[in-house]
């Protein structure tokens, strides 16, 4: 299973770094994939990386500003938010994709990040 965390409140501008850490498998040959979802609003993808690191996508709307990482000997993926803004609001999600798959097999609890003055 994946465990998301590093939510909280944060005021706008501030920072907060997101961990997702998988337990009963590795993620050494799984991309990892950032989600977030607001009240009303669709899932979007933020950001994921590849199983080594070496490729990573960002969403145009946190290009920039969110960096995602990964320690495969720690079994976890990172996402450092930065240059927080009131519509980063949401719940966050983390997911393991098999690199050899399409689609994202595990899926971890959200943790909430709420960005408010």
């Known amino acids: 299973q994946l465990q998301a965390s590093g939510g909280g409140l944060v005021h706008p501008g501030g920072s907060l770094s997101l961990s997702c850490t998988a337990s009963g498998f590795t993620l050494d040959n799984y991309a990892v994939g950032w989600f977030r979802q607001a009240p009303g609003k669709a899932r979007e993808g933020v950001s994921c990386?590849?199983?080594?690191?070496?490729?990573?996508y960002y969403a145009n709307t946190v290009k920039g500003r969110f960096t995602i990482s990964r320690d495969n000997a720690k079994n976890t993926v990172y996402l450092q938010m930065n240059r927080l803004k009131p519509e980063d609001t949401a719940t966050y999600y983390c997911a393991a994709r098999p690199t050899t798959g399409l689609e994202y097999e595990y899926w971890g609890r959200g943790t909430q990040v709420t960005v408010s003055s």
């Open positions: 990386i590849s199983s080594s690191g070496g490729s990573t």
